[in-house]
C-alpha cells in the first residue's frame, strides 16, 4: 500500500497523541507496579510499552479477534485497568486512528466511545519529518513526548 507523505505524517501524529495519552494515564495511576514505573523511566522500554498497549487494544478491539484470548497479548505484572484494551481511553485512540485509515467499522467499540479531548484536526507534523531506515518511529514532531 503506497500512502502519501502528509497522510504518513497525520497517521504518526494521531499515533503520537494516542501514545501521550496512555503514559499520562500511567503516570497518574495508583495503582501502576513499581517495574512499570521503572519501564517509563527508560525512553526505549517506554516507547515499547506505550505501543504495546496500542497494538493490544488494536488486536483486543478488532472484529476478526474480538477479545479471544489466543489473539490477544499478554503483560506481567498487568497494567493498570485505566489502560486496558477494554477502556475508553483505548478504545477512543484506536478509534481515532481506525477512522483517519476509513477502517472503523472493522473494529468493536461501545456504543458510548467517543473522541478523545485531543483535538485530532489540529494534529498536524508542525515540522518536515525525514525517515530513514534506522528510525523506529513513524514521526518525530514537537509535540511528541512519549
Same mark, same amino acid.
Given at each position: ?26 503516570? *497518574? ?95 498536524? *507534523?508542525?515540522?518536515?519529518?525525514? *525517515? ?15
Amino acid at each position: 500500500m503506497d500512502i502519501e507523505r502528509d497522510a504518513y505524517n497525520k497517521a504518526g501524529e494521531l499515533l503520537s497523541l494516542s501514545l501521550n495519552e496512555w503514559a499520562k494515564t500511567l503516570v *497518574v495511576s495508583s495503582s501502576l507496579h513499581p517495574v512499570w514505573v521503572e519501564v517509563l523511566g527508560d525512553p526505549l522500554l517506554r516507547r515499547l510499552l506505550l505501543r504495546f498497549i496500542f497494538c493490544r487494544a488494536a488486536h483486543s478491539l478488532f472484529k476478526a479477534t474480538n477479545h479471544k484470548a489466543e489473539f490477544l497479548p499478554t503483560c506481567m505484572p498487568p497494567l493498570p485497568e485505566s489502560v486496558d484494551a477494554g477502556s475508553m481511553l483505548s478504545q477512543s485512540c484506536v478509534m481515532r486512528v481506525a477512522s483517519f485509515f476509513g477502517a472503523a467499522s472493522q473494529f468493536s467499540f461501545a456504543e458510548l466511545t467517543t473522541w478523545p479531548d485531543a483535538d485530532t484536526e489540529g494534529a498536524v *507534523v508542525k515540522e518536515p519529518v525525514h *525517515v530513514t531506515a534506522g528510525d523506529s518511529d513513524m514521526t518525530r514532531s514537537s509535540t511528541s513526548s512519549f
